[in-house]
């Protein structure tokens, strides 16, 4: 008698068992469900893509500075820089300067490498 008892009450809890997973999984297919499942995929999915945005921004900012450290370009200006001249040490004579001035239309730029072509 013992055992028919075992059997029957493992067989009704087998049963409830079933029953409770078939619902849930039920709930779980109806479209509410579904399109709230998506929402929360795709917010995960953004908060993950921001992480990753973040993390490479990071980087960029830490490889830059060791390149700017590497290259010199982030070192400060120390006392042993010289002064700043007065005035541009290639410039040549001008028409500013009593110099010949070759084109009455040209103006003189001290720098322009194409004023004879």
Known sequence: MFRRAFWFSAGAAAGVWAT?????KIRQ???ESLAAQAANRAVDAGHR???FALDVRAGMI???EELGD?????ARPGPEL?????????????P???GPDTHPHRTYHPYNRNEDH
């Open 20 to 24: 409770n997973k078939v619902h849930r």
């Open 49 to 51: 893509l921001r992480e």
């Open 96 to 98: 500013d300067d009593g």
């Open 62 to 64: 830490q490889r830059e």
């Open 82 to 94: 010289p002064a700043q001249r007065g005035r541009p040490a290639l410039r040549g004579p001008g």
């Open 70 to 74: 590497a290259l010199g370009i982030n």
């Open 29 to 31: 297919l109806t479209p």
